[in-house]
């Protein structure tokens, strides 16, 4: 009797090993009772794969990982076995890819097959690849949309630094002042219109009149019809006469008189004869040109030093000092046309300063902006009215030895 019991616990606990050990390779997804082939694939990362993972072929599960360890080369690289079917035929050149098979991110094999006439043997090792994952192929889909935002911003930034620019208050006073004009001129209209419409009203008799007249004109000028018939017979037999006359005579004249003054313009160009000299001979305009800018400077010099010239005194009181041209203005005082004065900061690039040489200066909590200096407040006056049109704010500023200062005291200082 315990024999029986004991050969019947040693057969359940045979029947149970084997259970268990069925279970086990079932959840690894191996089949003990099926002979399959093993392949293996090298991988940089696995992203999530794990044992028992399935391996896809167009979707559909052939075989699953059997194992998962790292290569025993030192390089940190993995080493993935898996198993399908035996007799299933891997042509070669064929790819072992991670992929995802649902949002949740769950890891398989799937086989890509290579259409080749040749065949991988079992043990043999297929190349691999892996899919990226979401947040790979969200960024390569969001990297595009994220630099043309930084685009459109920085195009924002500009047109906002422009506009910023150009609707300041001056502009925006100028505007207002505008629309109250046009408000006055449609006012006026108004005015004007009824001042007209009375004026009708008061001289519509003598405007009837004036009808009446036109009528009488048109009337006796029907009437006399045959007159102004005989003033067009006359007119056209006058034509007539004048069509008759030889003409050929004159024209020829004109022509030769036409063909001389061609010749003595062509003359002139060519420098022949005192007057081509004269038109075409640069050295009596440089010899005008030098003799007026030595004049200019003789009479400076007499200005400023007339006691060179004309003597007065009977006491020789020591050595006369002369003033000469070059020192007038030693006195480190130039004229800038200040461009632009802004709290915000306005690139030198900008196209707003274009073909125009620019200096910034950061006074307080403000940028100022100046053009290139002049010792001549005439050129910064002239300046001043080139750049008018793109900065109604310009004006001229005096600087002292690099300072800024009135520009009443620079001029009275420059002269």
Known sequence: ?????????????????????????FLKGKDIFQTQDIYYAKYDRIDGLVESSPVMLNGYKIGSVSNISFQQDGS????????????????????????????????????????????HTSGDTLKSDIEGDLKEQVSMQVAPLKNKAEQLMGSLDSALTVVTYVFNERTRDNLKESFENMNNTILN??????????????????????LANIDSVT????????????????????????????????????????????SIVIALKSGKG?????LNDDKLYNNLQYASHDLDRLLKDIRLNPQRYIHFSAIDLGKDIYITASNENNRGIVFRVQLLST??????????????????????????????EHTKYQDALEQLEEVRAKFPDAEIIGFKNGRPIKLKKALRLAK
């Open 343 to 372: 709290e915000m900061e306005v690139p030198l690039a900008s196209p707003i300063f274009n073909g125009i040489e620019v200096e910034q200066k950061r006074i307080v909590d403000s940028y100022h902006y100046y053009a290139q």
């Open 219 to 262: 009337t006796e000028v029907n009437s006399n019809k045959k007159v102004f018939s005989q003033i067009t017979q006359n007119m056209a037999s006058f034509s007539d006469t004048l069509s008759n006359l030889e003409i050929s005579p004159i024209i020829s004249k004109a022509h030769h008189a036409f063909n001389q003054l061609d």
């Open 76 to 119: 940190g690289k993995l080493l993935v076995e898996f198993v399908v079917p035996q007799g299933f035929q891997i042509p070669k050149e064929s790819l072992a890819k991670i992929i995802s098979i649902d949002l949740m991110g769950t890891k398989s094999v799937s086989l890509i097959i290579n259409k080749n006439t040749a065949f």
């Open 1 to 25: 009797m315990n024999r029986k019991r004991l050969a019947r616990t040693g057969f359940l606990f045979v029947v149970a090993m084997f259970l268990l050990y069925w279970g086990i390779n």
């Open 274 to 278: 005192t007057m081509g000299k004269l």
């Open 189 to 210: 209209l108004e005015a004007t219109s009824e001042d007209l419409k009375e004026v009708m009203h008061v001289n519509k008799a003598v405007l009837t009149k004036i």
